[in-house]
Antibody
Framework: EVQLVETGGGIVQPGGSLRLSCVAS????????MHWVRQVPGKGLVWVSR????????DDAAFVKGRFTISRDNAKNILYLQMNSLSVEDTAVYYC?????????????WGQGTLVTVSS | QSVLTQPPSVSGAPGQRVIISCTGS?????????VHWYHQLPGAAPTLLIH???ERPSGVPDRFSASKSGTSASLAITGLQSDDEGYYYC???????????FGGGTKVTVL
């Protein structure tokens, strides 16, 4: 089955760190740009970060620059999001998503999401 | 406040047609970046409905169609069904922000 499964979410104190993983199965991530998108429960979708298929280029939303780092291990078929200096505003469900091969940033496969709660 | 503006909600009776708008600007939709649409049920992940302005992925019924003109895009749902309820999001790229952007989402209710 073609799917993405995120893990690594949980409860962390403000200022803390978490690393999210996104394991792909049924396809290889090596040929695809990959993204992270987050959603505060009950609110809308917010783009977080993206990484080129070979990992040589990446881009982040302004609100995460310097705090979050997207990376990938194509050999293991895993996408990562290292999150540092977390604040309560980072509390959200984090989704990994695969970019469609059409080149327009459409996200054609999403994981089920992992909840990150930042709270003291 | 989202860079792409969508109506908070739309509703229609079964079988009717509803249209969801997505209004942007010259740095995103108006700059010829593609617009994509997603459907999301509460508690579930989004699914791709339309990509690159008008293209339906395989498996998406032709009741769903989309268009783009100038700095706006729209999604039309014809023959509204109860399964169509949920939230719909538009998505594009903004060159001023150098970022991918989503609309605020529209809740569709089938009366």
């Amino acid at each position: 089955e073609v799917q993405l499964v995120e893990t690594g979410g949980g409860i962390v104190q403000p200022g803390g760190s978490l690393r999210l993983s996104c394991v792909a199965s049924g396809f290889t991530i090596a040929g695809r740009w990959m993204h992270w998108v987050r959603q505060v429960p009950g609110k809308g979708l917010v783009w977080v970060s993206r990484i080129m298929s070979d990992g040589t280029w990446k881009d982040d939303a302004a609100f995460v620059k310097g705090r979050f780092t997207i990376s990938r291990d194509n050999a293991k078929n895993i996408l990562y999001l290292q999150m540092n200096s977390l604040s309560v505003e980072d509390t959200a469900v984090y989704y990994c998503a695969r970019e469609a091969p059409t080149g327009g940033e459409a996200l054609d496969l999403w994981g089920q999401g992992t909840l990150v709660t930042v709270s003291s | 406040q989202s860079v792409l503006t969508q109506p908070p909600s739309v509703s229609g009776a079964p079988g009717q047609r509803v249209i969801i708008s997505c209004t942007g600007s010259s740095s995103n939709i108006g700059a010829a970046y593609g617009v994509h649409w997603y459907h999301q049920l509460p508690g579930a992940a989004p699914t791709l409905l339309i990509h690159d302005n008008t293209e339906r992925p395989s498996g998406v019924p032709d009741r769903f169609s989309a268009s783009k003109s100038g700095t706006s895009a729209s999604l039309a749902i014809t023959g509204l069904q109860s399964d169509d309820e949920g939230y719909y999001y538009c998505h594009s790229y903004d060159s001023s922000l150098s970022a991918s952007i989503f609309g605020g989402g529209t809740k569709v209710t089938v009366l």
